[in-house]
């Protein structure tokens, strides 16, 4: 026989508490608590902390990552229900032009115009998109595409809202660290509260919608009505983090309906990874500050970026907030082979 | 009138043509209340077309459908089943990666459900497990909680069944309920759609298994080729020389 010792393979094993039985909470001891809470305390209390510590540039930094983070928790909702957008730059613009607007026109303080462009904006986005919501997967895709590149065109020509120039001298919030502190807490509700959505009933119809929505019509409920609820709540997010982002600048142009309002949001749910919300989160919470930090390479950095987020979708297609929640639940021990 | 006879449901000339291909040219029957219609025919000789139909599932090229009264022709889908006509697919629609029991529970959030003071917010999922039960998915056995796509084919058909009946149809329509169902799995479902009948509820049910069929049915409609060729009691129907015709002598066997 040969002599095998010393020979070691891996051994994997999946944790067999099924931690959350629908409505029974299964907490057997101390440890069995810090394994399920830490995963969701640490990151909620890291963010907590942040906007204290953080100061200036990092600062800015970390509100453009909950805003981005927003964008893409909204796109994973249209998501859940089949809806794919590649026009969150829409409902960014929307809530951006209208609490510009208000704020510089009828002079609003911010205190009234962020929650009125939030659910402005939503009615907004769902009624400009509910025309469209029949048409599905790359269809609907390419018309929220064109509506931003629309209304910049539109705003360009026509000089309204400000035109080129955009609307400036708007009303800021009271202090940075306040506005820091608005953007992760907003960012935080929202993640919790979509998260609570999605494992409701109310988002067993939505994800029920995306997977077969004929099956869905024959149990009497009307698909377009509630994926026009979705587009609503979508919408109203991102409103919010236009709204919050005009004042934070203090500034409003037609920026605010530019491509990587679109495209970032995907980007972060490519890799962190859908249907969770915190893959979206995560990933947005990664690319961001990743983005920010490679500025220092030049004209590289975007190449790099690119780089990064190729490997990424290639080695993680699952993204990697599933990959991370798998391998928590999982213990890796090295047994030796007898 | 007595409520037995009343026509709860009118289909008046519909045609529908897929291309060059007639699918159902000018088919014309109603359905009384508490009536169990059987509809048969040759494979292709436009059943499922004629269900899509009626559910709005395909529009109609002419002819009108009428639902209580009601023209609900141009309805959508999901109109018509919010009016109470409920329907089974023949490929069945699930949805596999969920529970078999959480499938229920998507009709159950629909607003009929809700008008008709069911379905309040906590007691779906316990009426969704109710429901299954009565369909023969154990309470206490682990059935109704294994993901639907891990269920044997019987138990898919069933589930849809259930998902239709989730619904507190007025009118049923089975499209070919016990394709793929073994004989004793038919024997096993066979008896609650009997019952749903006894309970007042207007069933159409399309099937290939004759047999079990004209044992049920209160009437039976022949399609051939997109077009009725008869329509009368089961003893009519299967000394119609036509329907012989149609079926090269299957009928026979059945006698």
Known sequence: MPDRKGIYRKKRLDRGIKARADTIYLIASWREIFYLLLPRAFPVGFLLILPAVLHGYWQKVLVFACVYGLLALSWDLLASCGLFSLGQALFFGAGAYLAGGLNYYLHLPPLVTVPAATVGGGLLCAGLLAPVIRLRGVYFAMVTLMFPLLLMRGIETTGVLGGTHGLSALSPFPGETLTAYLAVLAFLACLFLFRRLINSDYGLVLMAIRDDDRAVMSGGINIYWRKTQALFLAGSVGAFAGALMTHHFQFLGMSAFALDYSILPVAAVALGGQGSFAGAALGSMILVPLSESLRALGGLRIALYCIILMVSIVALPEGLFHYLERKYHQFETRAEVE | ?255
Do not use: W
């Open chain 2, 1 to 255: 009138m007595s409520k037995a006879s009343e026509t709860i449901l009118a289909v008046e000339r519909v045609r529908k043509r897929f291309g060059g291909i007639l699918a159902v040219f000018d088919v014309s029957f109603e359905l009384k209340a508490g009536e169990f219609l059987g509809i048969i025919g040759p494979n292709g000789s436009g059943k499922t077309t004629l269900v899509n139909l009626i559910t709005g599932f395909v529009k109609p090229d002419g002819g009108r459908v009428f639902f209580k009264g009601r023209d609900i022709t141009s309805f959508m889908p999901y109109r018509i089943a919010d009016m109470g006509i409920a329907r089974t697919f023949q490929m069945v629609r699930l949805f596999y990666n969920l529970p078999a029991y959480k499938n229920i529970i998507i009709p159950l959030c629909s607003s009929r459900v809700r008008r008709l003071g069911a379905g309040r917010y906590g007691e779906k999922d316990d009426m969704a497990v109710d429901l299954l039960d009565d369909m023969g998915f154990e309470r206490d056995s682990y059935v109704p909680y294994k993901t639907a796509g891990s269920l044997p084919h019987g138990y898919l058909k069933r589930l849809d069944l259930a998902r239709a009946m989730a619904l507190r149809p007025e009118v049923l329509i089975l499209d070919e309920l016990f394709s793929g169902m073994s004989l004793s799995e038919v024997a096993s479902t066979l008896p609650l759609i009997e019952k749903f009948h006894e309970e007042g509820l207007s069933i159409i049910m399309i099937e290939h298994r004759l047999k079990e069929l004209f044992r049920v049915v209160d009437r039976v409609l022949v399609l051939n080729f997109g077009r009725k060729i008869a329509d009368g009691s089961p003893q009519e129907v299967m000394e119609n020389e036509e329907v012989r015709k149609a079926y090269l002598g299957i009928e026979v066997e059945i006698l």
